[in-house]
């Protein structure tokens, strides 16, 4: 291919091969041709990591989702195992700490937990999930019950004229344990009820007021 160039007749030293035009021609249009193609791979690139970090997003929220979810659950289950309220409607007669014994003829005592005085068969109910562990005579308790809850806490009560539940059964929250009698070293109806962490009896006002 030959380029004539304008202005002057046609002689070989007015004119020259094209080809060096149309490669630098065909150079050009293949530079501007890997620009867009790389203009887009780029552009493809951000897409695709938008679209990871879209997906990453996505993946940290719903892990987000289910550790608050579990967190939630957690935290439902401790609040049930932890004892709340009072175990029975009635009177308080007798709260923890030192005492005049309620017995005639003896002296100051410690009592370990709180008195609440109702008419006989008033119902003693779970004040917390968890289970039976011991159900039966105890001595000055009389016919007691003693209920496990969260680890090292654990709730008594004493003084019933029967037993609703048997040793090993799960127990809900405000389940009836028990029905409220005298038996035992007692001086009327009602039910000693007491809280004790690792063994050792507290005062339940920190679980009820």
């Avoid at 030959?2 to 293949?30: D, H, K, M, N, Y």
């Avoid at 159900?135 to 654990?154: D, E, F, N, Q, T």
């Avoid at 539940?165 to 009698?181: D, H, I, N, S, Y």
């Amino acid at each position: 291919m030959t380029l004539l160039l304008l202005g002057g007749p046609e002689s070989p030293s007015r004119t020259f091969q094209a080809r060096p035009l149309v490669f630098i021609f065909a150079v050009g249009i293949w530079g501007l041709a890997t620009a867009a193609a790389l203009w887009a791979a780029n552009r493809h690139l951000d897409c695709d990591d938008s679209a990871r970090e879209a997906a990453f997003l996505k993946g940290e929220s719903g892990r987000l989702a289910g550790e608050v979810r579990r967190l939630t659950a957690a935290y439902s289950e401790a609040v049930r195992l932890l004892p709340q309220g009072l175990p029975a409607p009635g009177r308080i007669t007798s709260r923890f700490g030192n005492r005049p014994s309620p017995l005639e003829n003896e002296r100051r005592e410690f009592h370990p937990g709180w008195d609440i005085a109702n008419a006989p068969g008033t119902e003693v109910r779970a004040t917390a999930d968890g289970v039976v562990a011991e159900a039966g005579w105890a001595g000055g308790y009389g016919m007691r019950i003693l209920v496990k809850h969260a680890p090292g806490l654990s709730t008594l009560f004493g003084h019933a004229a029967r037993l609703l539940v048997r040793p090993g059964q799960a127990v809900k929250k405000g389940q009836a344990l028990a029905v409220m009698g005298d038996t035992g070293r007692s001086t009327g109806t009602h039910v000693h009820y007491e809280v004790r962490y690792r063994g050792k009896a507290v005062d339940p006002a920190r679980f009820i007021e």
